[in-house]
């Protein structure tokens, strides 16, 4: 009798000491509850200049961290845009002072469900509900910790481009440039039940134990493997999947494997990201920030008006979308770009021509990085930063 195979064995995150502000001032949320204080972990590249005029703020994705340009201490891989942040690259550290923050929730470091509180206990699935805006404000402290009383530029894909989004609604004046990529002013009803499917994926798990798994040492490895390897689809295009693994199977008699068996490549590799993914990510803190990002409507305080959201806005917007992108598919961003029209703003908006998908904002797209690298030049001329 076939049986579903087991998946390796997982231990609870690793105790890092990542590099934290901490914020004994707290922040009071958008649910209401207040967090008596907090910590965002962080990293930088590059120099201040002396007018604290380059500073560029970094956002990142769902399953991203703040090890944006360099090795992730707790993987041992490579950071995830060293394709586009390091010296002479599309932002230039030898130019920009560059931040990325791992974002308020998440568990890289930064204030989230597996920290404790001040009485010592583990959050758990007790923390607080979060918004994008709460990821935002937070990262608005710790610019003002770092003495950037105005950034440069925010930039950012997917969730990092909500982010950058948000940071143009609320904090207007202290962003002169803004690039969100692959993304959207709102979670669409999609992704909204992509996220769901994923987070009962994780409480179907009987390692969860409502949450409390971390005070019994235990991890829901299945559950958020499953949900790892649903997202991941997601993020790819079927053009990118056929491309890579088509109908090939493992074996050639894999027609005689068990039911279970990994009788596809597709299916290893989404059995690869899966188990990958259990050994760097946090289960709670996976479904804190996919509810944010279905919480995201930058419209919702503005009668639906989307263009209100940006009244009166200075900042200079570059929108990137990608042709095959299905999860922020290229409408999107052109409604955001319609909405910052209306609102009078200063604003560019790029289709990339590719096959790779959402995650196309991730690989190297030169086209991709010559937009960036084009309007981040225009910008620092027009701002006088040599």
Known sequence: MDVAPDWPAAQPLPVFEHQQARFAEGLLLDCGQRLDAFALAYRTYGTLNADRSNAILVCHALT??????????????QGWWTALVGPGCTID?????????????????????????PNGEVWGTDFPPLTVRDMVRAQQMLMARLGVAR????????????????????????????????????????????????????????????GRYWAEGRVPARGLAVARMMAHITYLSEEALTQKFGRKRRREDSKAASFFGDMFEV??????????FVRRFDANSYLTVTRAMDWFDLSAEHDGDLAAAFAGTRTRFCLV?????WLFPTAQSR???RALNRAAANVSFVEIETDRGHDAFLLDEPDFRRTVAGFLAGCAEHAGIG
């Open 64 to 77: 991203g961290d703040q090890y944006v340009a360099e090795t992730q201490p707790v993987t041992g891989k």
């Open 335 to 337: 409604s955001v770009a």
């Open 267 to 276: 299916e290893s590799y989404l059995r690869h990201q899966g188990s990958s």
């Open 151 to 210: 950034l440069f530029a925010v930039i950012g894909g997917s969730m990092g481009g909500m982010q950058v989004l948000e940071w143009a609604a609320t904090f207007p004046d202290r962003v002169f440039a803004a690039v969100p990529i692959a993304t959207a002013s709102y979670h669409s009803a999609q992704n909204i039940a992509f996220n769901e499917v994923s987070r009962q994926a994780i409480a179907a798990d009987p390692d969860f134990l409502g």
């Open 93 to 117: 550290t030898n130019r920009f002072f560059v931040v990325c923050s791992n974002v308020l929730g998440g568990c890289m470091g930064s204030t989230g469900p597996r920290s404790a509180r």
């Open 321 to 325: 979308s990608f042709t095959s992108d």
